[in-house]
């Protein structure tokens, strides 16, 4: 009987044992899952900034000052256009990758009118994106901006902002 005593022992300390090291296991397994999963910004430091561009060909000019505040960017933009009326109000979008996608609200001829803006941005600089459009809820839009146009009609370079 004490063979089978001693036996029935052995087997629960070597029981436990196994036991013990699989608790361990999960244990560090559970807290390796916690660090894995936990949250961390793409951006650690959102940019915040100002900057300016311009654009100048022959009689027309504009200039756009965008500020940066994280994804979201804010800013003016003022048309002058030879022989048209100008165009001067604010614009309010987000950076998509490379791509600058905004609301341009502007008074023309005594109006106010909201327009979708589509600025692609290479090489520091500005290229404003042309397509056909459609007017939806009282805002201009473009029909489809996978087709937009960024050849180099309107084109702002950076500037010193006054």
Known sequence: ?????????????IMASCT???????AT??????????FSPANERPEHSITC??????????????RINGEE??????????????????????MKGDTLIADYTFDSEGLRSVRELV???KD???????GPVKEEKGKVIFEHRGSLKFDHNVV?????CK
Request: glycine content about 8%; proline content about 2%; cysteine-free.
């Open 119 to 121: 600025l692609l941005k």
């Open 1 to 13: 009987m004490n063979k089978h005593l001693l036996l029935f022992a052995g087997l629960a300390v």
């Open 53 to 66: 561009y311009q654009y100048v060909k022959n009689k027309d000019t504009a200039s756009m000052q965008l």
């Open 124 to 130: 520091g600089k500005f290229y404003e994106g042309y």
């Open 73 to 94: 960017i804010t800013g003016f933009l003022n048309y002058r256009i030879y022989e048209k009326d100008a165009n001067k109000g604010t614009l309010s979008g987000e």
């Open 29 to 38: 397994d559970s807290s390796m899952i916690a660090l894995d999963t936990t």
């Open 20 to 26: 013990s090291n699989q608790a361990e296991k999960k």
């Open 156 to 160: 702002f370079s950076p500037i010193p």
